[in-house]
């Protein structure tokens, strides 16, 4: 499976933005897809995920309520929409796909090539 990660840009805090990862094939319903963003300096850390068979979707506790992580079976895409952005959302957001939910990236097996997200105070 190949990810292509895109939407990333320049945004001011309190600001929205819809990042979207197509898959380059049929995402089975027994993937889980995720997102997880990279800051300068810092480790990768998982954001949201979804289940794609069942849609069950979870989130990290700092971004839930402000990010929703969506899908479209007929796109074989995932979207992750952000709301009340914040400076310290800023990074480079990777998406991901593998056959079994977790935070960390070694859950993934499947990686996007990243989509870089700037929020200005």
């Known amino acids: 499976v190949q990810l292509q990660a895109s939407g990333g840009g320049l945004v001011e805090a309190g600001g929205s933005l819809r990042i979207s990862c197509a898959a380059s094939?049929?995402?089975?319903?027994?993937?889980?897809m995720g997102w997880f963003r990279q800051a300068p300096g810092k480790e990768r850390e998982f954001v949201a995920a979804?289940?794609?068979?069942?849609?069950?979707?979870y989130y990290e506790d700092s971004v839930r309520g402000r990010f929703t992580i969506s899908k479209d079976s007929a796109k074989n895409t995932v979207y992750l929409q952000m709301n009340s952005l914040k400076p310290d959302d800023a990074a480079v957001y990777y998406c991901?796909?593998?056959?079994?939910?977790?935070?960390?990236?070694?859950?993934?097996?499947?990686w996007g090539q990243g989509t870089l997200v700037t929020v200005s105070s």
């Open positions: 991901a796909a593998g056959t079994q939910y977790g935070t960390t990236p070694s859950s993934y097996r499947y």
């Open positions: 094939s049929r995402i089975y319903s027994s993937y889980v």
């Open positions: 979804i289940r794609w068979g069942s849609g069950i979707r």
